[in-house]
């Protein structure tokens, strides 16, 4: 019998820009490749909670798009903060990655309310952190992505960071070298680019988490072809992380 994996893209419709749907993609794609059947469910505002959800992928969005689905986030926060609690594992990038955190407040001094999942908060600066990026991490080796933000992002408390990054004026907030945020199984990042794509390691990691949550293990069931394809797709992953490497900013 062959084994679903509920697959949820978080606002589509408003938060999904320089290429974050490409993570929903890959997501996608992979899983099919290790032999398991992807359900997509594109969740937008006032739509209907599926009943089953493995994964979360949500994407960046202007400052006007965070606006539009502030509402519904706060709809569905506790549900969301449950989830997260429960391990099942997210990926939030740039803006819905500063709405996971406490706040962020906009340039124009506009206060969005954060549901609070990632001990962060973002307060919007005049100058745009824009360009490729590459930050190191324990677990995934270096990520590689783009980030275009006004939001300056600082974690509190013990809030463990995605990872470093080396330059000056990148980053979470251009001051501190940290990039991104992890708790539980939720990792929020200002990597787009799209980030899954170029990084089939941290694509693995969220694939392998959604599976032993839900079957208890990891087990692919591929066929030769299958594992060629993977393998071709790693290859082309592996020419984008260098020409994105090669052109910092
Ligand atoms: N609007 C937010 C900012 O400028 C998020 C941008 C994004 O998602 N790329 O900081």
């Not at 949500?58 to 903060?81: C, E, S, V």
């Not at 391990?87 to 206060?111: E, N």
């Not at 960071?161 to 001051?175: H, I, R, W």
């Not at 708790?183 to 599976?211: E, F, Q």
């Amino acid at each position: 019998m062959v084994s679903t994996i509920d697959v949820m893209s978080l606002y589509p419709r408003d938060m999904n820009i320089y290429g974050d749907w490409g993570n929903v993609l890959v997501v996608l794609r992979r899983l099919a490749l290790y032999g398991y059947e992807p359900v997509l469910h594109r969740y937008n505002q006032g739509d209907d909670w599926p009943d089953h959800v493995d994964l979360i992928l949500g994407g960046g969005g202007q400052d006007n798009g965070q606006k539009l689905i502030t509402d519904d986030l706060f709809r569905r926060a506790d549900l969301l903060r449950g989830l997260a609690r429960d391990g099942v594992p997210m990926l939030m990038i740039c803006g819905l990655y500063q709405l996971f955190g406490s706040y962020f407040q906009t340039v124009d001094g506009t206060r969005l309310e954060g549901i609070g999942v990632l001990d962060v908060f973002t307060e919007g600066r005049g100058r745009r952190m824009i360009g490729n990026l590459v930050e190191h991490t324990d677990d995934f080796g270096d990520v590689i992505g783009y980030e275009n933000h006004s939001g300056q992002t600082f974690l509190r408390g013990d809030t463990a960071p995605l990872g470093q990054v080396d330059m000056d004026g990148t980053g979470n907030n251009g001051e501190d070298h940290t990039e991104g945020a992890r708790v539980h199984n939720v990792i929020g990042t200002y990597m787009h680019g799209s980030v899954l794509p170029k990084n089939p390691r941290l694509a693995d990691h969220l694939i392998r988490v959604a599976a032993e949550r839900r079957y208890g293990g990891f087990r692919p069931e591929q066929t030769s072809a299958m594992r060629a394809e993977l393998a071709r797709l790693d290859g082309i992953a592996a020419q984008a992380r260098a020409v994105a490497a090669s052109r910092p900013r």
